[in-house]
Every structure is written in C-alpha cells, then in structure tokens.
C-alpha cells in the first residue's frame, strides 16, 4: 500500500510541473517557449504554430498581437518583415526598411522613397513639380500629400515645404513580444 502511494504522489509531482504562457492582447494570443521552439496560438484567427529557434539564425524575432490576430515579426540589417499565418506557412505583409523611431526588436518599418508632407496651397506644388523632376504625389488628407521621391529630391522638397515624415506601413494597435535574437 505505501509503495502504490509513494507513486502515486510521484505521478502527481511529475503532471503538477509548471507551464508558463505569456499571454497577449488581452488573451488573444498565447506564446510558450520550450526547449528552442515557440509554440504559438491565435485564438483570434483560431491557428497555431510551432516554430524553432533554428529559423530565425542571424535575425531578432518577435511576434505582434492584436485584435486581427498573432504576426510575426523578423529584423534584420536594418530591414522589418511582418508575416501573418496563411493555410500551412507564413505570408509576408510588408517589409521595408526601418524607421528612425523603430526599435530593433519591435519594429513597423516604412515604405521606401515614399514621404508625407503639408503642402499649405496650390503654388507649392506648381513649386514642387517646376523644381523636383519626376515627382509623385497624392493628396493622402486634407494639407497633407504623399510624395514618392528619392534621396536627394527629398532634401530639395524638405526646403520646400520643410518637414517631411517616413510613411510608415500601417499594422494594427497591439502587443509585441520578444522570441529573441538569434
């Protein structure tokens, strides 16, 4: 009887280890790390993943949660990739370079060429197209107007108009979380 017992209390010690999830986003999503894989879950888009650390060698890898769902986040060489779970493997969503105020592991990154800038009239951009060859540009919002340039074009409409802004991707309000850098 003391044998069957002491075995009892063994197994029971054994199934009482401790797990620990992080949880996101208000439980929307869930990660778990274990022995070099990330196990991943997405309540939101009702997935989960299993990814090894050996993927993400020579990169800092995280993941985002929001109400749309678990993304995972790659940086590297100053470059930021947003991935969501698509079927069976993961689909990129933008990728660019970083912005000044991205931080190497939670990053959104910015279209590259492309900057936004308040033009106050019409002459401003008779200015603009007289001055700066091949200029694209869209009114995004009210004073507010989307040029595609590069470089050097950049600092001829920064005299301009003066303060330009990187257009950053858009990703959804959430929560990051480091898997590491590898």
Not at 13 to 19: F, K, L, T
Not at 53 to 80: D, M, P, W, Y
């Amino acid at each position: 009887m003391k044998i069957l017992l002491f075995l009892s209390f063994i197994t029971l010690n054994i199934m009482a280890a401790e797990i620990t999830v992080n949880e996101l986003e208000y439980g929307n999503c869930w990660v778990q790390s274990l022995d070099g894989q990330f196990k991943l879950v997405d309540f939101v888009n009702n997935k989960n993943v299993i990814l090894n650390q050996s993927e993400f060698e020579n990169q800092t890898a995280s993941v985002h949660c929001s109400a749309s769902g678990l993304r995972l986040v790659i940086s590297k060489n100053n470059i930021c990739e947003w991935f969501q779970y698509e079927g069976s493997s993961w689909e990129l969503m933008s990728s660019g370079p970083m912005m000044k105020e991205d931080h190497e592991v939670f990053c959104h990154g910015r279209v590259e060429g492309e900057f936004i800038g308040k033009v106050k009239d019409e002459s401003t951009l008779i200015k603009i197209e007289q001055e700066i060859e091949n200029v694209e540009y869209e009114n995004v919002y009210g004073e507010y107007f989307k040029f595609k340039i590069n470089e050097i074009d950049k600092e001829k409409l920064t005299e301009i108009i003066g303060d330009l802004d990187e257009n950053a991707f858009q990703h959804p309000v959430g929560e990051f979380h480091l898997l590491g850098e590898f």
